[in-house]
Structures are given as structure tokens and as C-alpha cells.
């Protein structure tokens, strides 16, 4: 079975650029999440979605940060425009429901310059 | 504020050495509580996971965790360690009431000497 997906796995841009993030979740997992990891730290949640409604953006900085999960599988995450503190690791991750244990993709490492 | 708290950020061990990772948390109703392991260049696996039941969980590799309620901690721990435990522990905790939200320790990096 296939893991959680995730493209592309490194990311450079400069400052005030967009850039997007996309995650294929595990086949049949309801639940994604997407992950902010700064460097030293553990991963802190961005966004919960229940197939395609998004139950938990309280910790999404919605002024430069947006996500959408369309027909309830792949996700996008978008940062626009994007600053030199956005350079983080963003993971992504799936569950059957949101009780099921959560399976993490690799992540993407972002790099603001 | 939620938080959970890895009390050591580097531990350095020998080959058959016992391990115990620290790991509290601080919120007041029932939680689920979660290791996931990084070994170096893959994604976070699932090590272990205790939701009810038996305090004392096991998991892959040998590793087990104790829940103690009284103490908001979930320890883990291996009685011997391999070269193949290098990795980076993260400690996580799912509020009942928060849906599936994980709250995650800042991560202990683990490295064992062959």
C-alpha cells in the first residue's frame, strides 16, 4: 500500500514569491492534516480536514496561508506571499478517521531566501 | 496552554544500554498519547500508542511506554539499545475533545555508539 504522498520535497524561493505544497493522503483515509516542523521543534498543526471541510484552521495564518482539499482527496497548501520565517518543513499526513493513528508523508522543505 | 514537555534534547548511549525518554504533558482531561520515531532521511513512523486499558504499551523494535495518569507522563522505554535506534523521538498527545490533533514534543535525538 502507498504511503502518503507529497510534492516536491524541497522547495527554494526567495521572499514574497508563492509557492504551493501538494499531498495525495493514503487511499480511503477521510482524515488529512497538514503539519508546520521548524527546525528543533515537533510538528504543529496547520489545518484538520474531514474529507473535503476544513473542521480545524485555528492555528492557519489565513493572511498568507490558504489550503483546500477539493472532492476530498489531494490537498494543496498555499503560502502567498511567503516570508524568510515560512522556512519549515511541512508535513502532511492522513488517517482513516480522526481517531485512526495518523501516517506521515515525507514532507516538503522550504527554504526562503 | 496544551504543551508536552521531552525532557532531554540529545541522549547519547552505547549499544545495549537501557533507554528511557521523559515525557509530560499538561492537560487535565483524557487524552491518547503517541511515540512516533525519524530515523534519519525517512518521514515520522508510528512506534507506539496508548489509548485505554493496560497503562504499560508496546510497541515495534522492542520499545514499550508507561502511562501514569497521576504523573502526565508517558515514558518510553527499551531495555537495550541497537546502533539502528539512531533517530529523532517525538512524544505526542491527542486531546479527547480536539479530534484527531496532535500536540507534539519538541523531540529527543537519540544517539547510540557501535
Known amino acids: 500500500e502507498a504511503g502518503v504522498v507529497q510534492s516536491p520535497r524541497y522547495k527554494i524561493i526567495e521572499k514574497k514569491q508563492p509557492v504551493a505544497f501538494w499531498c495525495n493522503p493514503i487511499s480511503g483515509h477521510n482524515t488529512l492534516y497538514w503539519y508546520l516542523q521548524n527546525l528543533g521543534q515537533g510538528p504543529e498543526l496547520l489545518i484538520r480536514y474531514e474529507n473535503e471541510e476544513a473542521v480545524d484552521d485555528s492555528q492557519l495564518p489565513k493572511d498568507r496561508f490558504s489550503a483546500e482539499r477539493l472532492k476530498g482527496v489531494d490537498s494543496t497548501l498555499k503560502i502567498q506571499p511567503a516570508e524568510l520565517g515560512d522556512s519549515a518543513v511541512y508535513l502532511c499526513a492522513s488517517g482513516a478517521d480522526s481517531a485512526d493513528t495518523q501516517y506521515f508523508g515525507p514532507g516538503t522543505r522550504l527554504t526562503v531566501l | 496552554a496544551q504543551s508536552v514537555s521531552q525532557h532531554n534534547h540529545h541522549v547519547i548511549l552505547s549499544e545495549a544500554a537501557s533507554l528511557e525518554l521523559g515525557c509530560n504533558y499538561s492537560y487535565g482531561g483524557t487524552v491518547n498519547l503517541f511515540w512516533y520515531v525519524q530515523y534519519p532521511g525517512q518521514h515520522l513512523q508510528l512506534l507506539l500508542k496508548?489509548?485505554?486499558?493496560?497503562?504499560l504499551v508496546k510497541g515495534i523494535k522492542g520499545f514499550e511506554a508507561e502511562f501514569i495518569k497521576s504523573k502526565f507522563s508517558f515514558n518510553l522505554r527499551k531495555p537495550s539499545v541497537q546502533w539502528s535506534d539512531t533517530a529523532e523521538y517525538f512524544c505526542a498527545v491527542n486531546p479527547y475533545n480536539q479530534g484527531g490533533k496532535l500536540i507534539f514534543g519538541q523531540g529527543t535525538e537519540l544517539s547510540v555508539k557501535p
Open positions: 496508548y489509548f485505554s486499558g493496560d497503562p
